[in-house]
């Protein structure tokens, strides 16, 4: 019984170099959601999606982020001409359906640093 | 609009002697509020969730919290703590605004457990 599942667990990407970071939700679940964790804070929402729809995207940066989340496969949250400001830990969750009240369940992260 | 915070960023307990995470949040309509545990390079994992059922909640590992509409609270309690409970604590608050649920999470609190 798979829970989320995040890889790379580490990734290092020089200046300037592109970022894919996957996520394969739990089974069953349509709903997929990215957070970025900087040392000693709390989770920054970045994007949520639903097969094939990004349904809210307000966390995202308008620049260099895109995200996806297609019929097949993983989620992708890619980060193109990566700077040293994008090192931080990127958390996948998954939920069966869009309702407020599912808790979401997390992966163990992408540690992403840039040199 | 909905938000969370977490009185506390830091705890200091001794092993054996009761727990209590601070958590206040505001919300325009029926909130869902979850608590939520982070252990280093992990992800986060779910201790508890209130979603209008009643008010007091229990978890795993022996936690417990309490929903108060009046005091806008769900501080987190456990009678005895472990040294395994050191760990970070976020608190979370999902509800229903314009666009569809948003969930917000708190800053955190991370708890130290003496010897």
């Known amino acids: 019984n798979a829970g989320v599942m995040q890889n790379p667990r580490h990734l290092v990407r020089r200046r300037g170099q592109e970022a894919r970071l996957r996520c394969s939700p739990m089974?069953?679940?349509?709903?997929v959601y990215w957070y970025r964790q900087l040392p000693e804070e709390g989770l920054k929402f970045m994007v949520y999606?639903?097969?094939?729809?990004?349904?809210?995207e307000s966390g995202m940066p308008k620049e260099r982020f895109s995200a996806e989340f297609p019929k097949e496969g993983p989620s992708i949250l890619r980060i193109q001409q990566v700077v040293r400001g994008d090192s931080a830990a990127y958390f996948c969750?998954?939920?069966?359906?869009?309702?407020?009240?599912?808790?979401?369940?997390f992966g163990d992260g992408t540690r992403l640093s840039i040199l | 609009a909905q938000s969370v915070t977490q009185l506390d960023s830091h705890v200091s307990v001794s092993e054996g002697t009761p727990v209590l995470l601070r958590c206040n949040y505001s919300?325009?309509?029926?909130?869902?509020l979850f608590w939520y545990v982070q252990h280093p390079n992990k992800g986060l994992q779910l201790l508890l969730k209130y979603t209008s059922a009643a008010t007091l909640v229990k978890g795993i590992n022996g936690f417990e919290a309490e929903f108060k509409k009046s005091e806008t609270s769900f501080h987190l309690t456990k009678p005895s703590a472990h040294m395994s409970d050191a760990a970070e604590y976020f608190c979370?608050?999902?509800?229903?605004?314009?666009?569809?649920?948003?969930?917000?999470f708190g800053a955190g609190t991370r708890l130290f457990v003496k010897a």
């Open positions: 969750a998954s939920s069966p359906g869009g309702e407020a009240n599912q808790p979401q369940h």
């Open positions: 999606l639903q097969k094939e729809n990004i349904i809210d």
């Open positions: 979370v608050v999902s509800d229903y605004s314009t666009g569809g649920f948003k969930t917000i």
């Open positions: 089974k069953g679940h349509s709903h």
């Open positions: 919300s325009s309509y029926s909130p869902s």
